[in-house]
């Protein structure tokens, strides 16, 4: 079970991987409820687990020292990849349906 959960720079435990696509399938779904449904649920969801996964991944080889640390800081990441991810097609989504 422990190496389930390791969070270092060289590996990443199975548990942290469901964890950031647990942020990014979330995130989807507030943006989804968000925009009224005028968007696709299964675009939102790709586009959020896709950033969430690289926003956590690219936090745990950066930043950090200890393995909480670097959870902590993963799961910061991951949200904030996600939402701002989120943001920004919302934007361009909105910007080319004029």
Not at 64 to 71: C, N, R, S, Y
């Amino acid at each position: 079970m422990g190496s389930l959960m390791t969070v270092s720079s060289e590996t990443t435990g199975l548990l942290v991987w469901l964890v950031w696509i647990l942020i990014g399938v979330f995130c989807a779904l507030c943006a989804s409820r968000f925009t009224g449904g005028r968007r696709s649920l299964w675009f939102d969801m790709i586009i959020a687990v896709v950033a969430a996964a690289l926003g956590g991944y690219l936090s745990t080889q950066c930043l950090g020292e200890t393995p909480m640390q670097m959870f902590l800081i993963s799961i910061l990441a991951a949200i904030f990849s996600a939402g701002i991810m989120m943001w920004v097609v919302g934007a361009l989504v909105s910007h080319f349906r004029k």
